[in-house]
């Protein structure tokens, strides 16, 4: 058929969960005989991945719609599709804003999309379909890696938290966990091509297995049966809710030298009064409690956070003791950001009398604290080896790029037949976000 040679770019906005979705995307449009192109401009479909948990994403989404309204001016027959979070939100709305979107589709519906771009080829009409979620999993473990030496893999989706701020639930459904069978399966095929570190998704792995029969089968249990499997030299996972942060999971960490000693563990606020306006079902003194028992269980273990700033209700003191659990806490990075509203959440209607020039110092003065604490947290990893596993030559300049087990990524002088092997490098400096290196002499190490 005539569409199967056209040419499509894609571009994802978000996090790993789209990155995989993006994945998935382009194994399903190449098994159809589509051809993926980097540019859009010699593109005949172009497809936007989207993300709506943060104001930036979806601007960043509009300023993209309006510069390929102006190329589907100069090239009719473009095809223009918004899918991910945004589209599963806005639906049909999207497209009466943006009347030149051709295809709108769900985050449930990405199996569709080949017939719905045949559908729009064919009987000349925009679509919309963002319609019901689907009851398994088998749909998942086809996609196209980024890379062929690690992989994402998702074992859930959907939230059940219902966070005050968060619009997820609304967009990916309750939660929904895979089999375990399913998942081993899949990582033991992902390790026959080669695959020597799995990422872990979900929106909160942490309560992996809730929905399944088999009550008693958590995330604790998954990590060990992962760990087990042949040729997996890295597991990682992301994200986790501290309210549902086991110590059993604590304990699969530590016993398994394969898990990786990184954990992401959203904050969001050090004050209990905008931690209960949120609904995050902890306190400030639980977090710490579990921080303390990861930190003890798990000597060396990098921990990250989220932290927002000027949610509704927040004053300055509520502020200062986020600032205060900061420096008490020094997370090696913590990701940052000025509340944004989101509609349909709970806490969209709550009054928000703070002005935004005051929410402005007071995220400067938290992004200011936690990079000095980054910088001096990384300044004593230099001298020190690691292993680190390589993922190619960096954007940047043209050195490579690899990862510690603590997910730093390290700047180094190398081949590019490193590229996805595990090389022992030496750390020789520090920056907030990353770090320099040279690889590990050993045999200067002996002499010494």
Known sequence: MQFQQKKFFIETFGCQMNEFDSERIIFILENKGYIKSGNPDEADIILLNTCSVREKAENRLFGHLGSFKALKIKKPGLIICVGGCTAQSEGERLMSKFPYIDIVFGTSNIGMLPGLINDRFVKNRSICNTGELP???????????????????????????FCSYCIVPFVRGRERSAEPEQIINAVKKLAGQGVIEIMLLGQNVNSYGKDLVNKSYGFGQLLRDISAVSGIKRIRFMTSHPKDFTEDIIDAISENNNI??????????????????????????????????????????????????????????????????VRELRFNRAFTFIYSQRKGTSAAPMQDIIPDDIKRTWFKKLLD????????????????????????????????????????????????????????????????????????????????
């Not at 749909?139 to 074992?155: E, G, N, S, T, V």
């Not at 798990?298 to 509520?318: H, K, L, S, W």
């Open 135 to 161: 009851e398994n999993f088998d749909y998942l473990y086809d996609f196209k890696r980024q890379y062929d030496f690690k992989a994402l893999l998702p074992i859930m989706v959907g939230c059940n938290n």
């Open 260 to 325: 990786m000693k990184h954990i992401h563990l959203p904050l969001q606020a050090g004050s209990d009064r905008i931690l209960e306006l949120m609904n995050r079902k902890y306190t400030s003194g639980k977090y710490k409690e579990l921080y303390y028992m990861i930190k003890e269980k798990i000597p060396g273990c990098f921990i990250t956070t989220d932290i927002i700033a000027g949610f509704p209700g927040e004053n300055e003191a509520d502020f200062l003791k986020t600032l205060e659990i």
């Open 369 to 448: 604290e936690q990079n000095r604490i980054s910088l001096q947290e990384n300044e004593k990893l230099v001298g020190k080896k690691f292993e680190v596993l390589v993922e190619g030559f960096s954007r940047r300049d043209y050195h490579l790029e690899g990862r510690l087990e603590n997910n730093l990524i390290v700047n180094f002088d190398g081949n590019s037949d490193m590229t996805g092997k595990l090389i022992d490098v030496e750390i020789t400096g520090a920056k907030s976000f990353y770090l320099t290196g040279k690889l590990y002499d050993k045999q200067k190490r002996k002499s010494d």
